[in-house]
């Protein structure tokens, strides 16, 4: 191959990577604009109409006759409030990753996560509990996308998360669901969905690949990445 040839190739090639950056980049920042739209929903739809209960309630102890009603009423108020909060705190920022550990992060998300409907089970290798901080919270973000989505979109009785690793810093993510499968080609899925493509940027910051099957009988979905080779590291280093 001659010089110019050369250079062409690693300008296409330079130009390719630079392409494939702005897209994630443009993706993460959209992702982001969303997240704070969604947040300030919250708190307006929830937390402040709540408050403003609480001050009408307190508003009504000077002029009611039953002021230990409206006192009850103004703390179970109080309660709401804080449960929406703590909510809306976690979905920001687990603090159970940071208190506790991955493990306990992951089981607690199982056990939020859960209903009368649809029971999610966990099982983490103890070595997960070893990995970086940062590879933890995107392996935890991905994890709680792939459960929104069984929750949202299908009619699964029962899901199950599953983080192996081994002694050459290999990880494997499992997440599976006896639901109905994907309603849209999987591609398809990936590119209309905010989430999904939320969960397929961390999946290339942390150099990994995922393998998705999907049938009637329910999803699995199987992302591997290698923990110390991650481009995180690499971009913050």
């Not at 390719?16 to 920042?29: C, E």
């Not at 506790?100 to 992060?105: E, L, M, R, S, V």
């Not at 599976?176 to 994907?182: C, E, P, R």
């Not at 998705?212 to 280093?237: C, H, M, R």
Request: charged fraction near 30%; aromatic fraction near 8%; charge should be neutral.
């Amino acid at each position: 191959i001659d010089v110019t040839s050369k250079k062409r190739l690693d300008k296409q090639a330079s130009d390719l990577y630079n392409d494939k950056q702005r897209l994630v980049l443009s993706a993460t920042f959209n992702a982001q604009e969303k997240e704070r739209f969604r947040i300030s929903n919250a708190l307006h739809d929830s937390v402040c109409q709540i408050l403003y209960g609480i001050r009408l309630n307190l508003q009504g102890i000077q002029i009611s006759s039953d002021k230990k009603k409206e006192l009850n009423n103004a703390s179970m108020l109080l309660d709401e409030a804080i449960r929406e909060t703590r909510e809306i705190s976690y979905e920001l920022t687990p603090s159970v990753l940071r208190d506790f550990g991955f493990i306990a992060g992951i089981k607690e998300m199982a056990q939020r996560m859960s209903s009368r409907e649809m029971k999610i089970y966990s099982q983490v290798d103890k070595a997960a509990d070893d990995l970086d901080k940062e590879v933890q919270l995107y392996v935890f973000r991905i994890i709680q996308e792939l459960i929104n989505n069984c929750l949202k979109h299908t009619k699964a009785s029962e899901a199950q998360i599953k983080v192996t690793t081994d002694d050459e810093q290999y990880v494997s993510l499992y997440v599976s669901d006896n639901g109905g499968g994907f309603k849209l080609p999987v591609e398809q899925a990936f590119s209309e969905g905010s989430g999904l493509r939320a969960i397929k940027n961390r999946i290339y910051l942390l150099g990994g690949s995922m393998e998705l099957e999907t049938s009637e009988k329910g999803t699995i979905v199987q992302i591997n990445f290698k923990s110390d080779q991650a481009p995180i590291f690499k971009d913050n280093g």
